[in-house]
């Protein structure tokens, strides 16, 4: 009997009907919970740059400018949730394996399965923040806690720099899946129209190169920090990309990447629309 074969139909059946619609519905609210993240950390990051704004550039400074506009608790909650369901979806893929030649790899699995554990963790700061309970700390002390925590362990330092070398890798992974287009895999690009197609491109290849610069400039941080075992070295999402102001390209430089992060929230829409799950 052939077993692989006999897999994949589960898979496939598992995701058909009712189950399947959950799955889709899931995977869509997620990306578009993402996109409302992202856009608005590069809204903000724009606010920075050419302003130098004092609001914080990351997850807890997107949540905190959702709640001061009307219904913001109603969006809140929308956002939440929607972050709720891409942990499912992410769950589901690592289960059953997603779309792609090798979607039911052990690789793409248990890259699903740590997906799903961090927008799990994401969804509960924003329902929690949704229900007054505020957004925890800022992505910056975040960074410096548990860098602290981690170079007072054994063996800390190679621990930090380990870690730091992996997001480093993961920044370099992300912009060049970008540049390679390879997200249209898992789009139905037969759905769009030229024009579409060329938007898409534009918000993906442009967004998934700022995404992978801002992952790897925080790697680096994270290597410096253990190289000088000095957690305050570390920096979080916010001080990442300020970094970028104080280089001699100036606020230009934080103003690229902002755009790129806000097309990336823009691009996560489009998937939303068009993902094949």
């Known amino acids: 009997m052939d077993t692989s074969a006999v897999l994949r139909g589960a898979g496939t059946r598992a995701r058909s009907g009712p189950t399947g619609a959950v799955t889709e519905w899931a995977a869509r609210a997620g990306l578009a919970a993402r996109g409302v ?7 903000l990051a724009l606010q920075i740059a050419f302003g130098g704004s004092r609001k914080q550039a990351d997850r807890n400074g997107a949540l905190a400018e959702i709640a001061r506009h009307p219904f913001g608790a109603v969006v809140l909650w929308a956002v939440g949730v929607g972050l709720a369901g891409m942990a499912l979806w ?10 792609g030649k090798d979607g039911r790899s052990a690789r793409k699995r248990l890259l699903a399965l740590a997906r799903c554990v961090f927008y799990a963790f994401v969804a509960s700061s924003v329902l929690s923040f949704a229900a007054g309970a505020g957004g925890g700390q800022s992505s910056d ?6 860098t602290a925590r981690a170079l007072s362990a054994p063996a800390g330092q190679w621990l930090v720099g380990a870690v730091g070398a992996g997001i480093v890798v993961t920044g370099v992974w992300i912009a ?12 139905r690009t037969g759905e769009m129209s030229p ?20 992952f790897t400039a925080a790697g680096v941080f994270a290597v410096r920090a253990a190289v000088d075992s000095r957690p305050d070295k570390a920096k979080g999402l916010d001080d990442t990309l300020r970094t970028f102001a104080d280089t001699p390209a100036g606020p230009w430089l934080l103003a690229l990447v902002a755009a790129g992060l806000a097309l ?14």
């Open 37 to 43: 993240i992202y856009l608005l950390v590069g809204l």
């Open 90 to 99: 992410r769950l589901s893929e690592a289960v059953f394996g997603s779309v």
């Open 141 to 146: 002390r975040q960074s410096r806690d548990l």
């Open 176 to 187: 060049a899946q970008a540049v390679r287009r390879a997200y249209r895999d898992r789009l």
């Open 195 to 214: 024009r579409t197609r060329r938007l898409v491109d534009v918000t993906g290849v442009s967004g998934g190169i700022a995404r992978g610069v801002v």
């Open 264 to 277: 990336f929230g823009l691009f996560s829409f489009a998937e939303s629309r068009w993902i094949r799950t």
